[in-house]
């Protein structure tokens, strides 16, 4: 099998173009996740069984159907609502690119969600019994020991959300978004060169997954770093605290 380089050369700039809307897919909705996932994680942690049960359906909802699925309903099933049509939404609803934002979103909120339930119950009761015994109210509390806490335990888990919604970004292409993988199956519908071109838009892929893994190891170094501070040691070898 002959390798055609010049169809990489020629439509590298077109596939560099998609890989930009999948980064920027990736970032807006990952930001719209995190801002939905926090108050969903401390609603769902709550002992009242009133406040937990909506945010366990949404979360059991989005994590229990395929994305795809997701991104059906939205695109597809929106417009199947007169009252949807006919109401300020709709601008919004029609677009593939808001939709396919919403569906990220949604989803990875799910997730995320759920990681930050674990990180939250998985902080030492001493620090939350502490925090209790110097009088902090429950907002206090939150802001200052329980979200940087949880938030330091669930980073090495949140890199690999980010990763796979990453990768899972590829299904945006199912709604005519140019996307990489969009990008690269128009492309491929042309040249007829499917090999050349997945296997460029699979680089471009790597690459990004090997930034994202670069900065969340250097942000897991700076939230946890009193995990690896050793106290110094004196001339009689006993630690100073």
């Known amino acids: 099998m002959s390798w055609d380089w010049d169809v990489i050369i020629k439509y590298y700039p077109k596939l560099l173009d998609g890989a930009l809307l999948t980064l920027e897919l990736v970032l807006i909705s990952g930001f719209i996740g995190v801002a939905l996932a926090v108050p969903t994680a401390l609603a769902r942690v709550s002992p009242n069984r009133l406040i937990s049960t909506l945010p366990f359906c949404f979360i059991y909802f989005f994590r229990g159907t395929p994305l795809l699925i997701q991104i059906f309903l939205i695109y597809y099933g929106a417009s199947q609502f007169e009252a949807i049509r006919e109401s300020s939404l709709w601008p919004i609803l029609k677009e593939p690119y808001w939709c396919a934002i919403i569906a990220f979103s949604l989803n990875t909120a799910a997730y995320s969600a759920e990681l930050f339930r674990g990180a939250i119950q998985a902080i030492p009761r001493g620090e939350l019994e502490a925090a209790d015994a ?84 250097m942000m897991e170094s700076y939230f946890n770093r009193y995990q690896y501070y050793k106290p110094p040691i004196d001339p009689l070898g006993v630690e100073k605290q």
Request: charged share 15%.
């Open 134 to 217: 110097f009088g902090m109210s429950w907002f206090k509390k939150t802001r200052r020991i329980v979200l940087p806490r949880a938030f330091g335990i669930a980073l090495p888990g949140y890199g690999n959300e980010v990763v796979l919604m990453l990768k899972s970004s590829a299904l945006a292409s199912t709604i005519t978004l140019l996307d990489l993988t969009g990008m690269a199956r128009t492309i491929q519908a042309r040249t007829y060169t499917p090999v050349e071109l997945f296997t460029a838009a699979g680089v471009i892929y790597l690459v990004m997954a090997a930034l994202v893994i670069g900065l969340f190891r």
